[in-house]
């Protein structure tokens, strides 16, 4: 079965300072997807970035990049320029390669964003 | 952009009493799934769902949970007799079917909070 842990349960940042927050997994699968999903107060869960294990280059989506290394099933989430409302708790989640399996999600990590 | 829609948004059961949660999926969407979320705790997966049917469950999802696409636009969770730790918050997701086998990302709503009585 597949696990997913997020070492950290706090972390904070100082406003347009830059974190990275970690996860590792556990799969034997070599083909799977992993993501970053973002839960603010509001208590919505908001997809923030995607990684497809067959690729090398690491996702980036604006302020928001990962650090995917398949070798030591590790993948983590680096904010840039932190923002106010980059506050949340965020999750990290893995999938199969095949459509419609499940998410499998690390614990969370809170994040303080402080002004 | 589309989004998944959950409703209510908070509902208040007493124990024993049967609930329904509904979603109403993004239109071009063909796989559904329930997640629920323990308070303090970490997202666990419920059930999927595509055509029609279930296609993987978990251990979670017993004889006290159902799911059922009873049109063309709801996604509808069923929990027939409550009990006190069925209190979470419920998370409706979606996601395309194309490009098999490479998967689509799953959007998720806002999610409905179940407090049990």
């Known amino acids: 079965a597949q696990t997913v842990t997020q070492s950290q349960p706090e972390m904070s940042v100082q406003e347009a300072e830059t974190v990275t927050l970690s996860c590792t997994y556990d799969t034997s699968e070599s083909d799977y997807y992993l993501f970053w999903y973002k839960q603010p107060p509001s208590r919505q869960m908001i997809l923030v970035i995607r990684?497809?294990?067959?690729?090398?280059q690491n996702a980036t989506e604006n302020r928001f990049s990962v650090n995917f290394q398949k070798a030591a099933k590790s993948f983590s989430l680096k904010i840039s320029d932190s923002q106010l409302g980059d506050a949340a708790m965020y999750f990290c989640?893995?999938?199969?390669?095949?459509?419609?399996?499940?998410?499998?999600f690390g614990e969370g990590t809170q994040l303080t964003v402080n002004p | 952009e589309p989004e998944v829609t959950q409703t209510p948004s908070h509902q208040v059961t007493q124990m024993g009493q049967e609930v329904i949660l509904r979603c109403v999926p993004i239109?071009?969407?063909?796989?559904f799934y329930w997640y629920r979320q323990i308070l303090g705790q970490k997202v666990e997966f419920l059930v999927s769902f595509y055509n029609n049917e279930i296609s993987e469950k978990s251990e979670i999802f017993d004889d006290q949970f159902s799911v059922e696409r009873p049109d063309g636009s709801n996604f509808t969770l069923k929990i027939r007799s409550t009990k006190l730790e069925d209190s979470a918050m419920y998370f409706c997701a979606s996601s395309e079917a194309i490009g098999n086998p490479y998967n689509q990302p799953q959007h998720f709503g806002d999610g409905t909070r179940l407090s049990i009585l």
């Open positions: 239109s071009n969407h063909l796989y």
């Open positions: 990684q497809e294990a067959y690729k090398q």
């Open positions: 989640a893995y999938d199969m390669e095949t459509s419609g399996s499940r998410l499998t």
